[in-house]
């Protein structure tokens, strides 16, 4: 699924969600979506290399890795359970003044650079045994149907000239010609 999800003043986002094992699994990059009285062209590419592409009128708006993007697998690598953060470690970065005195009434000591920071604790890693590659995530064999999911609160919302391809040419040279030609008289 490639699409809109536009609420109110906060919600305007892009979704991807994309069908793993029989599981949805949106994409974890947050892609900000076009919203004008215009109407857009949405494009999802999904690669045999394990990429994606998102374009919005024909332009790339997000692109990655389908591993790292969307949780399809387990991670590679996990906290080592063996290890614990040892019990002197100091990730205060500010701490108390002991030197400020306080004064008759409410009080709250002033904050200074904690000397004894040492930064946040990097808990070790180890390879996760639970996690597998899979190289054929990007492989859809079959996509036969086309499915909408529309809740809108005003009129005047319109979808038209889907394709599904796998030919990146094509379809850009298709939304050129179709979406391409509304958008001239748009501006």
């Known amino acids: ?29 947050p892609i900000r979506c076009k919203v004008d009285r215009y109407t857009h062209l949405y494009t999802l590419i999904i690669r045999p ?7 919005i009128d024909n332009e790339m708006v997000a692109s990655g890795n389908l591993e790292d993007d969307l ?8 906290n080592d359970p063996t290890v614990k953060k040892p019990t002197d470690w100091d990730d205060r970065i500010q701490i108390d003044d002991p030197n400020d005195i306080k004064p008759e009434g409410e009080w709250k ?4 650079d904690n000397p004894n920071y040492r930064g946040v604790w990097p808990h070790p890693q180890i390879d996760n045994p639970n996690y597998s590659p899979d190289f ?11 499915g909408l999911e529309i809740w809108q609160v005003r009129a ?10 796998d030919d990146e040419v ?6 050129d010609e179709t979406w391409g030609k509304t958008k001239v008289t748009q501006n």
Do not use: M, W
């Open 170 to 175: 094509y379809a850009e040279d298709f939304g």
């Open 71 to 78: 949780d399809f697998l387990p991670p590679k690598k996990i």
């Open 49 to 55: 290399d394990q990429t994606y592409e998102v374009k």
């Open 109 to 112: 000591p002033r904050q200074i």
């Open 1 to 29: 699924f490639v699409g809109p999800d536009i609420c109110g003043f906060e919600t305007k986002n892009v979704h991807v969600i994309l069908n793993y094992k029989n599981k949805p699994h949106p994409i974890k990059k």
């Open 156 to 165: 005047g919302t319109i979808f038209d000239n889907f394709l599904i391809t």
């Open 136 to 146: 054929s995530i990007y492989s859809y064999e079959n996509i036969s149907v086309i």
